[in-house]
């Protein structure tokens, strides 16, 4: 299955593509010693862009993991 449709199909796959992404950002953010709103992250992840892939609660848990892990 390519990337596009399980991206558009699988919103589960998309938080898990898009907290790759963030990792990376994260990384050059924390270098520059830059805060982020990770709430921000974690509201989009349980909301309907994301198609409610995960609730706020787990999508706050991971997306403070993927800042530490940075």
Same mark, same amino acid.
């Given at each position: 299955?390519? +990337?596009?449709?399980?991206?558009?199909?699988f919103p589960k796959s %998309? @938080? !898990? !593509? !898009? +907290?790759?992404?963030?990792? @990376?950002?994260?990384?050059? +953010?924390?270098?520059?010693?830059? *805060?982020?709103?990770? *709430? %921000?992250?974690? %509201?989009?992840?349980s909301g309907p862009i994301?198609?409610?892939?995960?609730?706020?609660?787990?999508?706050? !848990?991971?997306?403070e993991k993927t800042w %530490?892990?940075?």
């Amino acid at each position: 299955m390519g +990337l596009g449709i399980k991206y558009l199909f699988f919103p589960k796959s %998309r @938080v !898990e !593509e !898009e +907290l790759s992404a963030y990792k @990376v950002q994260f990384s050059y +953010l924390k270098k520059n010693k830059t *805060e982020y709103d990770l *709430e %921000r992250i974690a %509201r989009a992840f349980s909301g309907p862009i994301y198609l409610w892939a995960k609730s706020y609660k787990d999508a706050k !848990e991971m997306i403070e993991k993927t800042w %530490r892990e940075a």
